[in-house]
């Protein structure tokens, strides 16, 4: 099974043009290579109604060290990324360690369509309408064990396809963690896919997490390993500038970055002269994720 990216910029990126070629397929195509999403693709109770952002921004302005600290250096240098075949060892405290094949993952789970509110922490944002499936059905195939208290998560290390690997912009492998009942909430989505494609490799290739009430760097790429813990795990950002990065690291308007006030956003693709708006605590997913967190300081807990 490939994972290879085949993207079709010239039929999708207007939401219009993008919901009448979903009509159109009805539902029957789905993923390239074998990924068929099949009937089971439909709009998510989870989904937000907005307008996605275009895929050409989506794919061409990223955060990804691995490939370089520039904005579009993701999409310049990934094509050297080899995605298949692909395996994620999840280990721990876990019934059933073991390597698992992607392959074999996506024949147990299911996928759908999640449109999300996407928001960096350096003030962009962007509507990403991924393709994935709840983290919580790979963390049960595992069997988590009634100890673990955490999740914790590592990127693919390879410096010869990742050039950016070979600085020290970052200390690698990226690492990053959720607590358990963060990393079950059904919000919680491991993506392989954008607008009914396989994940571009620039965007993570080829299953990245998503947390959408949390700033993006908690959605750790090209996902190897996963190991359930009951001590709170190192994060790459966190043990790099751990009064600018907290581990919780979830949106809100009212905890400013040293250098970036979060109380506005301004979202990609609307031009130079689109208009910030304000910021959502939980970047919008107050109502459904607010109580993970009752009873703490979230100014603490950053």
């Known amino acids: 099974m ?35 999403l099949g009937p089971a693709l439909g709009a998510s109770k989870y989904s937000a109604d907005l307008e996605p952002t275009a895929l050409e921004d989506i794919s061409s302005y990223n955060n990804f060290y691995e490939f370089g600290t520039g904005k579009t250096d993701p999409a310049s240098h990934a094509h050297q990324l080899t995605t298949d075949p692909w395996s994620v060892e999840i280990d721990g405290m876990v019934d059933r360690p073991g390597s698992y094949g992607l392959a074999d993952i996506l024949k147990k789970v299911t996928l759908e369509e999640r449109i999300y509110r996407f928001r960096c922490v350096e003030t962009w944002s962007m509507v990403v309408p991924w393709v ?113 990065y907290g581990f919780y690291s979830n949106v809100n308007p009212e905890v400013s970055h040293p250098r970036w006030s979060q109380a506005y956003e301004k979202p990609i693709g609307g031009g130079l002269f689109a208009k910030r708006q304000e910021t959502l605590k939980f970047n919008g997913y107050q109502e459904e994720v607010a109580s993970l967190y009752n009873g703490m300081d979230l100014v603490v807990n950053h």
């Open 2 to 36: 490939a994972f290879t990216s085949k993207l079709k910029y010239s039929d999708i990126t207007p939401r219009a043009d993008y919901m009448s070629r979903r009509q159109l397929m009805g539902g029957a195509a789905g993923l390239a290579a074998g990924l068929a």
């Open 132 to 244: 994935g499936f709840e983290l919580n059905q790979l963390l049960d195939l595992a069997g988590v064990q009634g100890s673990a208290k955490y999740v914790a998560f590592q990127t693919l290390f390879r410096p010869e396809e990742m050039p950016g690997q070979k600085t020290v912009s970052l200390e690698w492998p990226y690492r990053e963690g959720l607590r358990l009942d963060e990393a079950m909430h059904p919000l919680t989505i491991m993506a392989t896919g954008i607008y009914d494609e396989p994940m571009p490799k620039q965007n993570g290739a080829p299953l990245r997490l998503v947390v959408p009430w949390k700033y993006g760097y908690k959605s750790i790429k090209s996902i190897v390993r996963v190991t359930l813990t009951d001590k709170e795990p190192q994060t790459t950002w966190n043990m790099l500038q751990p009064n600018e």
